[in-house]
């Protein structure tokens, strides 16, 4: 990796939609090696995929809800269990095992507290749980999904870190 596949991933993390060739220009490339940039970025994994990012408040998704989860189950068969259940729920858009207190936490998107208590209320009729803690999201502040590229190693002929 390099300054020029840096440079295309925070191009591509702004706006996925841009053409090869807006990207190729802005980066100092020609077409041809920088869709090859592109796609070998793909192939290794960097690029993961690329999404719409769609308004909450137009799909009608506009409450975050942190739910932090204690359970007296620490077995793989759980946890394999609990992810399982997990997965069938689409209001949960983030989902990490944690350190600490809590032992899970989730993000859960919906319309209003009725629509949480409904969601809560399946949640605890497919799986055993300890405790659930919610909090409600009051003001949403910062919200993003382009990742610092800051701490990118890049390759060791061009000898730099970041830039």
């Known amino acids: 990796m390099d300054r020029l596949d840096r440079k295309i991933l925070r191009l591509l993390q702004e706006d996925s ?3 090869v060739a807006d990207i190729a220009k802005k980066v100092g490339l020609s077409t041809t090696p920088c869709w090859r940039r592109i796609q070998k970025l793909e192939e290794e994994g960097v690029i993961q995929r690329r999404v719409a990012i769609l308004d909450p408040v137009k799909i009608n998704t506009r409450v975050n809800v942190f739910v ?3 359970t007296n189950a620490h077995s793989m068969e759980w946890l394999k269990r609990f992810a399982e259940v ?3 729920f689409p209001e949960v858009v ?6 600490g207190e809590v032992d899970y936490l ?4 919906v319309p209003d507290i009725a629509a949480y208590d409904a969601f809560y209320k399946r949640l605890i009729a ?15 502040i910062k919200n993003t999904t382009q990742l610092p590229l800051d701490y990118l190693v ?3 002929e061009s000898g730099e870190r970041a830039a």
């Open 17 to 19: 939609t841009l053409a």
């Open 68 to 70: 932090s989860i204690r």
């Open 86 to 88: 997990i997965q069938e």
């Open 94 to 99: 983030e989902f990490y095992r944690m350190s």
């Open 106 to 109: 989730l993000r859960v998107v």
């Open 126 to 140: 497919k799986i055993e749980i300890r405790d659930v803690s919610s909090a409600f999201a009051m003001e949403q």
């Open 154 to 156: 890049l390759d060791k």
